[in-house]
């Protein structure tokens, strides 16, 4: 298995949909190849993601519970993990006001 898709059943509390997402797009990028998206390959992807995305909702929702938990714990809710998230959403929404203000900067 992939080390970057970390085991989502049996978590307390149980995984939340951004984790389900985060771990639908780990594999389809693995399984693909496809790292970053472009114009080219975002709507095969953006599809593969969602199909993935519910199919891992509606698993986890059907399993029974895990009689352990899993031994490791998502990405999302590590501290360091959510620090680097929360300032590249920052960043990007700091890029798109500087798009609607028409200020120049670099890309």
């Known amino acids: 298995m992939c080390r970057n898709i970390t085991t989502l059943r049996g978590l307390e509390p149980p995984a939340t949909p951004d984790e389900i997402h985060a771990a639908a797009t780990q594999y389809v990028r693995k399984v ?3 790292t970053k ?6 709507n095969a ?8 995305t519910a199919a891992t909702a509606q698993a986890l929702a059907d399993l029974p519970d895990r009689r352990n938990p899993p031994s490791t ?4 809710r590590r501290d360091d993990v959510a620090a680097r ?7 990007r929404e700091e890029h798109e006001r500087l798009h609607e203000q028409g200020v120049p900067h670099d890309h």
């Open 37 to 42: 998206t472009t114009d080219t390959t975002r």
């Open 32 to 34: 693909t190849g496809v």
């Open 73 to 76: 714990v998502p990405p999302l």
């Open 85 to 91: 998230v929360a300032a590249r959403q920052a960043a």
């Open 45 to 52: 992807s953006d599809t593969a993601v969602a199909a993935i």
